[in-house]
């Protein structure tokens, strides 16, 4: 049975830094698409940063780029999103995703992905 489980997310205010982990079990992170997802009230879900395990090749959103980073610990079989320089609009449920395969990008529909956490919230305030 796989499992992704996120912790990591909290209050903080603008300019702030949080730091997210989904811990994956029942597989491998190798060899598969990790994402960052966010769903803020009344929007839709979208994409905020990719990795591919293999080669930890990264893909970002525009909003995020240069902001946000997204890694893994193959070891650990835990990803992680570091967010820096936090804005009121990055809040949001944050997501983790995992789909088998090569093709890793940020252009990637939620649909896309197999598997998913349950979500961790981050609230930015002013």
């Known amino acids: 049975q796989v499992q992704l489980v996120e912790s990591g997310g909290g209050s903080v205010q603008a300019g702030g830094s949080l730091r997210l982990s989904c811990a994956a079990s029942g597989y491998t992170i190798g060899s598969f698409c990790m994402g960052w997802f966010r769903q803020a009230p009344g929007k839709e879900r979208e994409g905020v940063a990719t990795?591919?395990?293999?080669?930890?090749?990264?893909t970002y959103a525009d909003s995020v780029k240069g902001r946000f980073t997204i890694s893994q610990d193959n070891a650990k079989n835990t990803l992680y999103l570091q967010m820096n320089s936090l804005k009121p609009e990055d809040t949001a449920m944050y997501y983790c995703?995992?789909?088998?395969?090569?093709?890793?990008?940020?252009?990637?529909?939620?649909?896309?992905?197999?598997?998913w956490g349950q979500g961790t919230q981050v609230t930015v305030s002013t």
């Open positions: 990795i591919y395990t293999t080669d930890a090749r990264t």
């Open positions: 995703a995992a789909r088998p395969g090569y093709y890793c990008d940020i252009s990637l529909s939620e649909s896309s992905f197999n598997y």
